[in-house]
């Protein structure tokens, strides 16, 4: 297989899915042959990142993220796509294991406010680990906006739609999601609302008949990769 790229996902199972889904329906195709060449590695088993993060006396998933990079490594894919936005936290190691670069999904989420031209607060919503980690943080802020993160009993609404409605249950709990985005933008008075963890994106795509100003990264990761790998066939 030729010009094809490598989506590293499972983290979790139903968000690559979502994520997978994206690519292919976005993907304008009259054929078989117009859709994208991929591989996806679906490694569910790779241990929880936010328990990492939060207690490093829990399972480190670095070394499983490498077998990962060094099995792509055998494989050559043109570039890689990281689905988890947790998992950012440990990216710089990962693009340092490999000459393939790795698409940067928060980077690339963070770009969008600048080509929106954003000028409010913007929020930033997402695991607990990705909070306490600063992965969204920083990027918006090295893009000069004013980054919110949730006080504690907003990140426990996001936990609980994260880990127990959608994780646990395979529950999109439409009310509760719309309750979070509400809050970020009334409550936090924030202008923009970034979804940063596939979960939220998974309930965006099933719930995005709301009126909140919502960039999802799992949607723009979609389509940088979607131009990435067209680009390849030209």
Do not use: W
């Not at 969204?136 to 907003?154: C, H, M, S, T």
């Amino acid at each position: 297989m030729e010009n094809f790229f490598s989506i590293l996902g499972g983290m979790g199972t139903m968000a690559t899915e979502s994520f997978v889904r994206l690519i292919n329906h976005r993907t304008q195709a009259s054929k078989d042959q117009d859709y994208l060449n991929y591989v996806l590695f679906n490694h569910a088993t790779v241990p929880d990142r936010t328990a990492y993060i939060l207690d490093r006396t829990q399972e480190d998933p670095m070394p499983y993220l490498l077998d990962d990079i060094e099995k792509q490594n055998l494989l050559q894919p043109k570039f890689i796509v990281l689905t988890c936005n947790t998992a950012h936290y440990f990216f710089d190691e990962l693009q340092a294991a490999t000459d393939i670069p790795i698409l940067h999904m928060p980077r690339e989420a963070a770009n969008e406010l600048v080509r929106q031209h954003t000028v409010g607060k913007v929020a930033v919503l997402g695991t607990e680990g990705s909070m306490r980690a600063g992965i969204y943080e920083r990027e918006v802020k090295n893009l000069g906006f004013e980054a919110v993160i949730p006080d504690q009993e907003l990140q426990e609404k996001i936990n609980y739609l994260i880990y127990h409605e959608i994780k646990e249950s395979d529950h999109l709990n439409k009310d509760l999601y719309y309750e979070i985005l509400e809050e970020a933008v009334e409550r936090l008075e924030c202008e923009k609302i970034i979804l940063g963890c596939t979960e939220l994106s998974l309930m965006q795509e099933f719930a995005s008949d709301n009126p909140y100003p919502v960039i999802d990264a799992q949607s723009i990761l979609a389509d940088r990769t979607i131009e990435r790998a067209l680009k390849l066939r030209q």
